[in-house]
């Protein structure tokens, strides 16, 4: 018989890579990860792990075994439901990651929307950059979190992980009212290309969010959709700075509708046809947990005021 609490250390080092990676996140010693799967290894009567240079790799077999982890600890999540849904109230903590905009944007009226629907609830809340929010699920570190992606960048297949859609806004190229790096300009029409709307800013130097981010990703890849290499000058994650170093004339940056509601008064602030897309993550089969569900319902009221019509 093979041991589910095995079969989900398989998994973990299929997505980090190395058993030191999965023994950090699952706060076991690296030799007890491989000791455990070691005895997977025999219960399995196959080999699953093999050497290769410093690093361990999965066999054949063992990636066949974590497609069916994979649907295994799915249904058990639905169990986990399932049961929680037979007990009478919601309560209990609440383990929520958030991305750093959606901190202030989102969180606060989605945690009152809960507090007054489900009081028993505990939320706790975390920031976490949302390509680590897989893994945090995963480790059993959130149980649920509020995540993004943006036109050119995607977001990446993951079995493991669950998503539904909470809000979809468009993205604005904020700049200097009157610089020397670029000609100042109103509020675009719907139907000017990204070319076109990039174009007076193809030599300006630029702010993006941190190399290695999806917002640093975006910025890149929308410039080269509009036929030039962006000359970054500053790399911060905050939308606010961003608009503060616009103001100022220190370069041209993209931020989402919701950071737009602050803007200095000097930031010319222009709508592209370019969109994020925030969405609540959470465990495959925990969908139709009763804390996971009433989540997604607080943020759904939450964000309702900010919806844009389709595109």
Same mark, same amino acid.
């Given at each position: 018989?093979?041991?589910?609490r095995?079969?989900h250390?398989?998994?973990?080092?299929?997505r980090r890579?190395?058993?030191?990676?999965?023994? +950090?996140?699952?706060?076991?010693t690296? /030799?007890a990860?491989?000791?455990?799967?070691?005895?997977?290894?025999?219960?399995?009567g &196959?080999p699953?792990?093999?050497?290769?240079?410093?690093? @361990? &790799?999965?066999?054949p077999?063992?990636?066949?075994?974590?497609?069916h982890?994979?649907?295994?600890l799915?249904?058990?999540?639905l169990?986990v439901?399932e049961?929680? %849904?037979?007990?009478?109230g919601?309560?209990g903590?609440?383990?929520?990651g958030?991305?750093?905009?959606g901190?202030?944007a989102?969180?606060?009226?989605t945690?009152?929307?809960?507090?007054r629907r489900?009081p028993a609830? +505990? *939320?706790? @809340?975390?920031?976490?950059?949302?390509?680590?929010?897989?893994?945090?699920?995963?480790?059993g +570190?959130?149980?649920v979190?509020?995540?993004?992606d943006y036109?050119?960048v *995607?977001? /990446? *297949?993951?079995t493991?992980?669950? $998503?539904v859609?909470l809000?979809?806004e468009?993205?604005y190229l904020?700049?200097?009212a009157?610089?020397?790096t670029g000609?100042?300009?109103?509020?675009a029409?719907?139907?000017?290309t990204?070319a076109?709307?990039? %174009?007076?800013?193809?030599?300006?130097?630029w702010?993006?969010?941190r190399?290695?981010?999806?917002?640093?990703?975006?910025?890149?890849?929308?410039? $080269?959709?509009a036929?030039f $290499?962006?000359r970054?000058?500053h790399q @911060?994650?905050d939308?606010?700075?961003?608009?503060?170093?616009?103001?100022?004339? $220190?370069g041209?940056?993209?931020v989402?509708?919701?950071a737009?509601a602050h803007?200095? +008064?000097?930031?010319?602030?222009t709508?592209?046809?370019?969109?994020?897309?925030?969405?609540?993550?959470?465990?495959?089969?925990?969908g139709?947990?009763?804390?996971?569900?009433a989540?997604?319902?607080a943020?759904?009221?939450? @964000?309702?005021p900010?919806?844009?019509?389709?595109h």
């Amino acid at each position: 018989m093979l041991d589910v609490r095995r079969l989900h250390l398989l998994r973990e080092l299929d997505r980090r890579g190395t058993i030191a990676a999965v023994a +950090e996140a699952l706060t076991f010693t690296a /030799s007890a990860v491989s000791q455990q799967l070691s005895v997977l290894e025999r219960e399995a009567g &196959v080999p699953l792990l093999e050497r290769s240079g410093r690093r @361990v &790799v999965l066999t054949p077999a063992g990636r066949t075994l974590v497609t069916h982890a994979d649907a295994v600890l799915e249904r058990l999540e639905l169990a986990v439901s399932e049961l929680a %849904g037979a007990r009478e109230g919601i309560g209990g903590p609440l383990r929520i990651g958030t991305f750093p905009s959606g901190g202030p944007a989102i969180v606060p009226a989605t945690l009152a929307e809960l507090a007054r629907r489900h009081p028993a609830l +505990e *939320p706790m @809340v975390q920031e976490i950059d949302s390509a680590r929010v897989s893994d945090g699920l995963r480790a059993g +570190e959130l149980d649920v979190a509020l995540v993004h992606d943006y036109d050119f960048v *995607p977001a /990446s *297949p993951d079995t493991t992980v669950d $998503q539904v859609p909470l809000l979809e806004e468009p993205m604005y190229l904020a700049t200097g009212a009157a610089t020397d790096t670029g000609p100042a300009r109103g509020p675009a029409e719907r139907g000017d290309t990204l070319a076109e709307l990039l %174009g007076p800013w193809t030599t300006a130097p630029w702010i993006t969010a941190r190399d290695g981010t999806t917002g640093h990703a975006m910025a890149v890849r929308a410039c $080269q959709a509009a036929g030039f $290499q962006p000359r970054i000058r500053h790399q @911060v994650n905050d939308f606010r700075t961003v608009l503060a170093l616009a103001a100022i004339g $220190q370069g041209a940056g993209f931020v989402p509708q919701m950071a737009t509601a602050h803007a200095p +008064e000097n930031v010319v602030l222009t709508r592209l046809p370019l969109f994020r897309r925030s969405k609540v993550a959470f465990r495959a089969g925990g969908g139709t947990h009763p804390a996971i569900a009433a989540f997604v319902a607080a943020a759904r009221t939450a @964000v309702a005021p900010r919806a844009v019509p389709p595109h």
